[in-house]
């Protein structure tokens, strides 16, 4: 048994993780693989979570699909695999998102680069995405702005799916709107990407038909509720609010909206699931009409839509 001690710098400027990687010459097959995966997390994560991660690894690690996996659990990965797959388990045991592990995710059936600087795409936020496509699918020819962007992926996926729409982005990191620059060029879509603060938007901006966003939401109260993973690794700017406002991202967007979008213009947003009522009366106070709460495949109200 051979031990290697590696560091490796973690994006988010936090500093090092250590990471043991251990080199046994017995841990070769994928079916071995796998019985060092279950055996060493199974007191962290559930057995469907580690198969998920295991599933995401060896298709990135190993070219191996699903299928592949099943049908040949005797097959030889080659050392440099094995290596890797060491790497992302030590990574795994600390709670490190399997996503940040290999650098990317899939969103909407597309390829997204993420890091520690921006958050991991969610399902209710493909579903926001596909709510959008199915309402301006017939008519593409419009203005789209996401605000708040991150990784770009609502951009992306909407200039994707709507080819003939004009697709805008801001946020207010630097870092976020490098890996959404990647993300655009990645996908070969053309987005027009601004570093701006919701907040306080400085730029000068034309007038939307769209204007969409994923803003923080989670009160800081919630934050006792959520998985380690998140909180030790996403981007809290992205993710948190405080108590006494928590609304503050959507009264902004709201108040930008009324100067920039033309009538009749969509608004959409992602939401807190217990604030979905006080954000679609913000709304209502607002000039908006035909206000939609919409609940994701969980049952939860996750989404907002409203016309100008």
Do not use: W
Request: charged letters at 25%; one cysteine or more; aromatic letters at 10%.
């Amino acid at each position: 048994m051979i031990i290697f001690i590696m560091r490796f710098f973690r994006s988010s400027g936090t500093g090092y993780v250590t990471i043991e990687i251990i080199k046994n010459r017995h841990m070769k097959t994928v079916a071995k693989i796998t019985k060092t995966f279950k055996t060493e997390l199974k007191n962290i994560y559930p057995d469907r979570e580690i198969q998920s991660f295991l599933d995401i690894l060896l298709q990135y690690y190993a070219n191996m699909n699903k299928t592949e996996v099943f049908l040949n659990p005797e097959k030889e990965l080659f050392p440099e695999t094995v290596f890797e797959l060491k790497i992302a388990l030590q990574k795994l045991k600390q709670e490190i998102p399997v996503q940040y592990i290999i650098g990317e995710t899939v969103f909407y059936g597309l390829p997204i680069k993420v890091t520690s600087d921006v958050l991991i795409p969610r399902p209710e936020t493909e579903e926001l995405v596909d709510l959008i496509v199915k309402n301006h699918k017939k008519n593409q020819n419009i203005n789209i702005l996401d605000m708040g962007s991150g990784s770009g992926c609502i951009a992306v996926a909407l200039k994707k799916y709507l080819p003939e729409a004009h697709v805008f982005a801001m946020d207010i990191s630097e870092d976020a709107l490098k890996i959404a620059n990647d993300n655009a060029a990645i996908n070969q879509t053309e987005i027009h990407f601004l570093k701006d603060d919701i907040l306080n938007p400085q730029n000068k901006y034309d007038f939307f038909n769209v204007i969409v966003s994923n803003p923080p939401y989670v009160r800081e109260s919630e934050k006792e509720l959520m998985k380690k993973n998140v909180l030790d690794n996403e981007p809290h700017l992205a993710l948190f609010v405080k108590d006494d406002d928590a609304l503050i991202f959507y009264r902004k967007i709201i108040d930008f909206a009324k100067a920039h979008l033309k009538p009749e213009g969509f608004i959409y947003f992602e939401i807190n699931e217990a604030l979905g009522r006080d954000a679609a009366e913000l709304l209502n106070q607002n000039a908006f009409k035909n206000i939609q709460i919409i609940k994701d495949i969980f049952g939860k109200e996750r989404m907002l839509m409203a016309r100008f």
